[in-house]
């Protein structure tokens, strides 16, 4: 009898056993040796990544930083620039021009403030919207720190404007002199910039951006803490959270500016394909094993021939051949292992043509993805056609032209308007077409642009087909290394005839008024000696014939000085009338309530009696004080004058309402008023509703009243009722909308 070994002792046992864990043993190595060079691979890839996505992020922000600090350093040599802050109060509009390309729609309105830091000068985008933003940011030329205000995330580029002449021989003439600052503030909280930061990056990374030094740090999208790592110099850095995570990221010095770019990547998304990896390895693994363990149970019985045809067949199949099959008629355990050999073999031959089913998918589906990039480009010749159609239908005269002084192409506009074909116009340099005095500032234009500048708005004269000129107000900008320039042109020529015209009505016109002046002069000193003579010769009379005339005589000597004393008044305020309308506007703030109150103080010592003045709080107007006072002066009076009959005479100064463009005073008595059909008369020269008998005056104050409200861009309008008190409106427009 064959003796029977314990199963623990027997080879069926244990060979399996055996042979499983050697197996199991060497997966476990190749599979941690091939996931760790797989991470080492990953992890460096990763580092790599992230280094290049700060250096690219830091790139983009030292270049916009560049570029904007540059274009402010440019605009602030403007004089435009340095006039409006050595003047506040000139003319704004060039400065707001020369600044307007500063300000992007979207973002902060661009500020220019005086060396004392007030604000002179908001300049919004040409279109769109600005966004609001309280906050400002420190005095200090330069790119300041990242602030937060609220849920805003900005920063602030602040460019000193000084009054340095320009260079004369390579050095300045004087020391500066600091005028103020142009203020520039721009959002950095923005979701659709972090998307497409994340986009570009990858997803799953962290992109941001703060100060090297700590303070605000920004993800484009609101404020993040600063990254526990080294934020002043450039590398590779790994640390843990509070949670344990592992982080991966690069941190970027931005050249020219104070912050710092990091990029961080999470180590589990980093390490995900060798996560993947481990999954389908543990996989694979256990099948080999469960299978090497059938297989060795089965050749446990007959180990040596069978041993050696299954080694060599395992020999075969390991050099790729996976066609190859183990033969064995027999059905024993050796036929039996040999059955299930090939079948594994099937399974391995199946799985390798799923992978080459799988390969042959994926590159179908590249395929797909090159008719799509095809289609892409069709799409883009598309819209290549629709912008030639653009450029062939625009009525404004465009082309391309080259280095050379020639025109590359130009549309059909330029036939239109100046009668040269498209070949004529190619054909020669366009240098040929500039009116004589106009070729060394427009040769001087073209340098600066091949040089890579931008023109806003240049005019020359171009030479028509039939030899006459017409002038062209230019916008070109160049193409970077393409050495071509894009230029955009618009025929000013009426604009220019007309400015001219117009230039030439307003010098007659200043002739005219020396003119007027100089006649105003004539008649006050002409009519004034006469003046002189009637009131001399009638005090003269009255002395020397006292005793001899009678009352009557006397009563008439005495309307002739009153009415000749009333002549002259008319006349010198004829002429301050005059006058007031050619006087220049010394516009500033101007506290009105003191204003007011002074005037009333003044006025009321001259009251025949004491006047109740209710006088309320009123706001600040832009204006010019004297001439304001002047109005003031006029309207107290009359109400002082024309309420002397009443036994309580009641005065009123207040603010009635207005609106958003305008703010209202009135003045209020309750004197004798005047009848509204006659209202329209108040305020001509000479127009009186009572005679001189009852109230004195010449009838000139309240329209001295309407052309200083006028003058400062207001209206003046009245209610009256008879022996009800009259109501004098004047209205201010508020700072930002007066003309």
């Given at each position: 009898?064959?003796?029977?070994?314990?199963?623990?002792?027997?080879?069926?046992?244990?060979?399996?056993?055996?042979?499983?864990?050697?197996?199991?043993?060497?997966?476990?190595?190749?599979?941690?040796?091939?996931?760790?060079?797989?991470?080492?691979?990953?992890?460096?890839?990763?580092?790599?990544?992230?280094?290049?996505?700060?250096?690219?992020?830091?790139?983009?922000?030292?270049?916009?930083?560049?570029?904007?600090?540059?274009?402010?350093?440019?605009?602030?040599?403007?004089?435009?620039?340095?006039?409006?802050?050595?003047?506040?109060?000139?003319?704004?509009?060039?400065?707001?021009?020369?600044?307007?390309?500063?300000?992007?729609?979207?973002?902060?309105?661009?500020?220019?403030?005086?060396?004392?830091?007030?604000?002179?000068?908001?300049?919004?985008?040409?279109?769109g919207?600005?966004?609001?933003?309280?906050?400002?940011?420190p005095?200090?030329?330069?790119?300041?720190?990242?602030?937060?205000?609220?849920?805003?995330?900005?920063?602030?580029?602040?460019?000193?404007?000084d009054?340095?002449?320009?260079?004369?021989?390579?050095?300045?003439?004087?020391?500066?002199?600091?005028?103020?600052?142009?203020v520039?503030?721009?959002?950095?909280?923005?979701?659709?910039?972090?998307?497409?930061?994340?986009?570009?990056?990858?997803?799953?990374?962290?992109?941001?951006?703060?100060?090297?030094?700590?303070?605000?740090?920004?993800?484009?999208?609101?404020?993040?803490?600063?990254?526990?790592?080294?934020?002043?110099?450039n590398g590779?850095?790994?640390?843990?959270?509070?949670?344990?995570d592992?982080?991966?990221?690069?941190?970027?010095?931005?050249?020219?500016?104070?912050?710092?770019?990091?990029i961080?990547?999470?180590f589990?998304?980093?390490?995900?394909?060798?996560?993947?990896?481990?999954?389908?390895?543990?996989?694979?693994?256990?099948v080999?094993?469960?299978?090497?363990?059938?297989?060795?149970?089965?050749?446990?019985?007959?180990?040596?021939?069978?041993?050696?045809?299954?080694?060599?067949?395992?020999?075969?199949?390991?050099?790729?051949?996976?066609?190859?099959?183990?033969?064995?008629?027999?059905?024993?355990?050796?036929?039996?292992?040999?059955?299930?050999?090939?079948?594994?073999?099937?399974?391995?031959?199946?799985?390798?043509?799923?992978?080459?089913?799988?390969?042959?998918?994926?590159?179908?589906?590249?395929?797909?993805?090159?008719?799509?990039?095809?289609?892409?480009?069709?799409?883009?010749?598309?819209?290549?056609?629709?912008?030639?159609?653009?450029?062939?239908?625009?009525?404004?005269?465009?082309?391309?032209?080259?280095?050379?002084?020639?025109?590359?192409?130009?549309?059909?506009?330029?036939?239109?308007?100046?009668?040269?074909?498209?070949?004529?116009?190619?054909?020669?340099?366009?240098?040929?077409?500039?009116?004589?005095?106009?070729?060394?500032?427009?040769?001087?234009?073209?340098?600066?642009?091949?040089?890579?500048?931008?023109?806003?708005?240049?005019?020359?004269?171009?030479?028509?087909?039939?030899?006459s000129?017409?002038?062209?107000?230019?916008?070109?900008?160049?193409?970077?290394?393409?050495?071509l320039?894009?230029?955009?042109?618009?025929?000013?020529?009426?604009?220019?005839r007309?400015?001219?015209?117009?230039?030439?009505?307003?010098?007659?016109?200043?002739?005219?008024?020396?003119?007027?002046?100089?006649?105003?002069?004539?008649?006050?000193?002409?009519?004034?000696?006469?003046?002189?003579?009637?009131?001399?010769?009638?005090?003269?009379?009255?002395?020397?014939?006292?005793?001899?005339?009678?009352?009557?005589?006397?009563?008439?000597?005495?309307?002739?000085?009153?009415?000749?004393?009333?002549?002259?008044?008319?006349?010198?305020?004829?002429?301050?009338?005059?006058?007031?309308?050619?006087?220049?506007?010394?516009?500033?703030?101007?506290?009105?309530?003191?204003?007011?109150?002074?005037?009333?103080?003044?006025?009321?010592?001259?009251?025949?009696?004491?006047?109740?003045?209710?006088?309320?709080?009123?706001?600040n107007?832009?204006?010019?004080?004297?001439?304001?006072?002047?109005?003031?002066?006029?309207?107290?009076?009359?109400?002082?004058?024309?309420?002397?009959s009443?036994?309580r005479?009641?005065?009123?100064?207040?603010?009635?309402?207005?609106?958003?463009?305008?703010?209202?005073?009135?003045?209020?008595?309750?004197?004798?008023?005047?009848d509204?059909a006659?209202?329209?008369?108040?305020?001509?020269?000479?127009?009186?509703?009572?005679?001189?008998?009852?109230?004195?005056?010449?009838?000139?104050?309240?329209?001295?009243?309407?052309?200083?409200?006028?003058?400062h861009?207001?209206?003046?309008?009245?209610?009256?009722?008879?022996?009800?008190?009259?109501?004098?409106?004047?209205?201010?427009?508020?700072?930002?909308?007066?003309?």
């Amino acid at each position: 009898m064959r003796s029977q070994l314990p199963l623990w002792r027997s080879l069926r046992m244990r060979l399996p056993l055996l042979m499983s864990g050697l197996i199991a043993v060497v997966l476990v190595v190749v599979f941690w040796a091939i996931n760790r060079q797989i991470e080492t691979t990953l992890l460096r890839d990763g580092r790599d990544r992230a280094q290049a996505a700060a250096d690219q992020i830091g790139a983009m922000l030292a270049q916009s930083a560049a570029r904007g600090t540059n274009e402010s350093r440019r605009l602030a040599r403007d004089p435009a620039v340095r006039r409006y802050l050595s003047d506040p109060s000139t003319e704004a509009a060039p400065t707001r021009d020369v600044l307007t390309p500063l300000a992007v729609a979207g973002q902060p309105s661009v500020e220019l403030r005086t060396a004392e830091g007030v604000r002179v000068l908001e300049i919004g985008p040409a279109r769109g919207v600005a966004a609001a933003l309280d906050a400002t940011v420190p005095l200090r030329p330069g790119l300041s720190a990242i602030q937060l205000s609220g849920e805003t995330v900005f920063y602030g580029l602040v460019t000193e404007v000084d009054d340095t002449p320009p260079p004369i021989g390579g050095q300045r003439e004087a020391a500066t002199r600091r005028l103020g600052y142009i203020v520039i503030r721009r959002t950095l909280t923005a979701v659709q910039t972090a998307d497409t930061l994340n986009r570009l990056v990858g997803n799953g990374a962290l992109v941001a951006v703060g100060h090297q030094t700590g303070g605000i740090w920004t993800n484009f999208s609101k404020a993040i803490p600063p990254p526990p790592i080294d934020r002043t110099r450039n590398g590779i850095l790994e640390y843990r959270t509070a949670t344990g995570d592992r982080r991966l990221g690069a941190v970027s010095m931005v050249a020219g500016t104070p912050w710092a770019a990091w990029i961080e990547f999470p180590f589990d998304r980093i390490l995900a394909p060798a996560r993947a990896m481990q999954r389908r390895m543990v996989a694979i693994g256990l099948v080999a094993i469960a299978l090497a363990a059938v297989l060795v149970s089965m050749i446990s019985a007959r180990i040596t021939t069978p041993l050696h045809d299954l080694t060599a067949a395992t020999v075969t199949i390991a050099s790729g051949e996976y066609a190859h099959r183990v033969h064995a008629a027999r059905r024993d355990e050796i036929g039996q292992l040999a059955g299930a050999f090939n079948a594994m073999t099937e399974r391995v031959e199946a799985a390798q043509q799923d992978l080459e089913s799988r390969v042959r998918e994926r590159t179908a589906s590249l395929s797909e993805a090159g008719a799509a990039l095809q289609e892409r480009v069709a799409e883009l010749n598309l819209a290549r056609a629709e912008l030639d159609r653009f450029f062939s239908l625009s009525l404004d005269l465009l082309c391309i032209a080259g280095a050379d002084g020639r025109f590359r192409r130009v549309n059909p506009a330029w036939q239109e308007m100046l009668g040269w074909s498209p070949e004529e116009l190619t054909s020669m340099p366009y240098m040929a077409l500039v009116h004589p005095d106009d070729r060394v500032r427009t040769a001087t234009e073209g340098a600066a642009l091949a040089a890579g500048g931008t023109t806003v708005r240049f005019e020359n004269r171009y030479r028509a087909k039939d030899g006459s000129y017409r002038w062209l107000s230019w916008k070109s900008a160049s193409a970077g290394n393409l050495g071509l320039i894009y230029a955009a042109a618009r025929d000013v020529t009426e604009e220019k005839r007309t400015t001219e015209a117009l230039a030439s009505s307003v010098s007659e016109l200043n002739v005219i008024n020396d003119e007027l002046e100089s006649f105003s002069y004539s008649v006050s000193h002409d009519l004034r000696a006469p003046l002189r003579h009637i009131v001399g010769f009638a005090a003269l009379l009255e002395q020397s014939a006292d005793e001899r005339m009678l009352d009557d005589d006397r009563r008439y000597l005495r309307t002739i000085t009153k009415s000749a004393t009333h002549m002259g008044r008319l006349i010198d305020d004829l002429l301050s009338f005059s006058r007031m309308g050619r006087a220049a506007l010394n516009q500033r703030t101007v506290n009105l309530d003191a204003l007011v109150r002074e005037v009333a103080l003044e006025v009321g010592r001259d009251a025949p009696r004491d006047v109740t003045w209710n006088l309320h709080p009123l706001p600040n107007v832009h204006g010019d004080p004297s001439l304001l006072r002047l109005a003031f002066v006029n309207l107290l009076s009359n109400a002082v004058k024309y309420s002397s009959s009443r036994p309580r005479p009641e005065i009123e100064v207040n603010v009635d309402g207005g609106g958003p463009d305008e703010t209202v005073v009135y003045v209020r008595d309750n004197g004798v008023g005047f009848d509204m059909a006659y209202a329209d008369k108040l305020f001509g020269v000479f127009q009186r509703l009572h005679s001189s008998d009852e109230f004195e005056g010449t009838g000139i104050g309240l329209a001295n009243v309407r052309r200083i409200i006028h003058r400062h861009g207001g209206r003046v309008w009245a209610d009256g009722i008879v022996d009800g008190g009259a109501t004098f409106y004047m209205s201010f427009p508020k700072r930002g909308t007066q003309p």
